[in-house]
């Protein structure tokens, strides 16, 4: 327990991370194949809309014994209730009795009138036709239902883009951006697989979970922003290890806040779909549940990799990537060196071909390529800024005390005089016999 203790600290540190932006290539390709799925499940099957947006007929009664909801849908169908008929059991939290509910497209006075006839007589509902209620919404109320939905939706897109152009700047604004289009995609192709009921309170759940991402990228984003402001001047790190190590500093923090969030929404959607049936507790819940799983997933695997592609694109940070790399690979220097040691390699293996023209001949070769690659080192110093060339003339400089003493010249008209000791015993000075007591004059002995 300690060592998962620590891990948040580990994270936040750095010591290990999860590359999330070098795996760009993966999360784009699960998303795309999700939104493949999402976009063809909308054009084939689209959205159960309820009558609140299509407008149409809703009738309720009281449960009785025997009903089940096909047996209630083909009831109404056979009175001329239409071929779309939609029945479900609703027991209200209140503590009231349950009822069906059932909703089907516009009916005439005539058509309702003969599906209240029906229920009555196959169901016997208590009060007998009186216990029978009947809502018809009109299409136009319903038009301008999703007329206003519609319309709420691109005023927080709009107000949304504005705010984080203003707040950050607009690159970032542009990654947030195609983070809610993905979590509304996908929240909406849900929704049509699985053929779920689209109520106003969908939409209602919908707008809330793009608020809920938007905050949980916000929030990684400012961490991205704090981590890359000082690399232009350090260089030490490109964008993608700034804005990766934003990502794992604020992962835990990510999916916590996920957790606190879908586990209520979790066991409200359990006890909508079970106990309480078709409601508008049901529909909130359902949306949230989604999309939440959707707006965590988009903010760490979506919006800082679209926002690292697109900040990359710029001439400071190609540049501060290659420099990285260099000294990643250990400068220039240390390409050249190795450049040249293949090049002195290609050419002793082109003296040692034993005198076999095939081998000379791809000796020659070698040597040729590697001569090649020594002067394509050298003209890539010409690429240098002037900061990296003087780095790279300190690598290649040999420093004064690394000099071997025997390759100092020699004043004119004397031997050069060589720094290698004699091996062997060293040879001890000779002493003059009596030197061993005799002190200098003036002074004492001491005691």
Same mark, same amino acid.
């Given at each position: 327990m300690s060592r998962l203790g620590n891990i948040p600290g580990r994270l936040y540190r750095g010591e290990v991370s999860v590359d999330f932006v070098g795996r760009r290539r993966l999360w784009y390709s699960i998303s795309g194949a999700i939104l493949v799925i999402s976009v063809v499940a909308l054009a084939v099957f689209g959205l159960n809309f309820s009558i609140d947006f299509k407008g149409g007929t809703q009738i309720q009664f009281p449960v009785t014994s025997g009903a089940t909801a096909t047996g209630v849908e083909q009831t109404v169908k056979a009175a001329g209730g239409g071929a779309y008929a939609s029945a479900s059991e609703v027991k209200p939290l209140d503590g009231s009795p349950a009822f069906w509910q059932v909703q089907t497209g516009q009916l005439t006075t005539g058509q309702t009138r003969s599906v209240e006839n029906a229920i009555v007589s196959t169901y016997h509902p208590k009060n007998g036709a009186t216990g029978v209620s009947v809502t018809t919404v009109s299409a136009s109320w319903g038009s301008q239902i999703s007329q206003k939905a519609a319309i709420a939706l691109v005023a927080f897109m709009i107000v949304i883009v504005l705010y984080l152009s203003i707040a950050f700047e607009w690159r970032m604004a542009a990654a947030a951006f195609v983070a809610l289009l993905h979590d509304i995609v996908i929240t909406?192709?849900?929704?049509?697989?699985?053929?779920? &009921?689209? $109520?106003?309170?969908?939409?209602?759940?919908?707008? +809330?979970?793009?608020?809920?991402?938007?905050?949980?990228?916000?929030? =990684?984003?400012?961490?991205?922003?704090?981590? +890359?402001? #000082?690399?232009?001047? +350090?260089? %030490?790190?490109?964008?993608? &290890?700034?804005?990766?190590?934003?990502?794992?500093?604020?992962?835990?923090?990510?999916?916590?806040?996920?957790?606190? /969030?879908?586990? @209520?929404?979790?066991?409200?959607?359990?006890?909508?779909?079970?106990?309480?049936?078709?409601?508008?507790?049901?529909?909130? $819940?359902?949306?949230l549940f989604v999309g939440m799983l959707s707006g965590t997933y988009s903010s760490i695997c979506i919006a800082t990799p679209v926002l690292t592609d697109l900040k990359e694109r710029q001439p400071q940070y190609k540049q501060l990537a290659r420099q990285v790399a260099r000294q990643a690979a250990g400068g220039r220097g240390a390409?050249?060196?190795?450049? %040249?040691?293949?090049?002195?390699?290609?050419?002793?293996?082109? +003296?040692?071909?034993?005198?076999?023209?095939?081998?000379?001949?791809?000796?020659?070769?070698?040597? =040729?390529?590697?001569? /090649?690659?020594?002067?394509?080192?050298?003209?890539?110093?010409?690429?240098?800024? @002037?900061?990296?060339?003087?780095?790279?003339?300190?690598?290649?400089? #040999?420093?004064?005390?690394?000099?071997?003493? $025997?390759?100092?010249?020699?004043?004119?008209?004397?031997?050069?005089? $060589?720094?290698?000791? #004699?091996?062997?015993?060293?040879?001890? #000075?000779?002493?003059?016999p009596g030197s061993t007591n005799r002190r200098p004059s003036g002074k004492k002995k001491r005691r």
């Open positions: 909406v192709g849900v929704y049509a697989l699985a053929h779920f &009921q689209v $109520s106003p309170a969908t939409v209602i759940g919908l707008l +809330t979970i793009l608020g809920y991402s938007l905050y949980d990228t916000v929030v =990684v984003f400012d961490k991205v922003r704090e981590n +890359t402001a #000082p690399i232009l001047g +350090t260089r %030490k790190s490109n964008y993608s &290890q700034a804005a990766n190590l934003a990502l794992n500093q604020t992962l835990v923090r990510s999916i916590n806040t996920s957790l606190i /969030a879908l586990l @209520p929404v979790a066991a409200i959607l359990v006890v909508g779909t079970s106990l309480l049936g078709n409601g508008e507790l049901k529909d909130l $819940s359902l949306v390409i050249r060196r190795a450049a %040249k040691e293949q090049a002195a390699a290609a050419a002793a293996s082109a +003296t040692a071909g034993n005198g076999r023209k095939a081998g000379a001949s791809a000796g020659n070769g070698s040597a =040729v390529a590697a001569t /090649a690659d020594l002067a394509d080192a050298d003209l890539a110093d010409a690429d240098l800024d @002037p900061v990296d060339a003087t780095a790279a003339e300190e690598e290649e400089a #040999p420093l004064a005390d690394q000099v071997p003493a $025997s390759q100092t010249a020699a004043p004119s008209g004397q031997p050069a005089r $060589s720094s290698v000791r #004699p091996t062997g015993q060293r040879q001890q #000075p000779t002493r003059r």
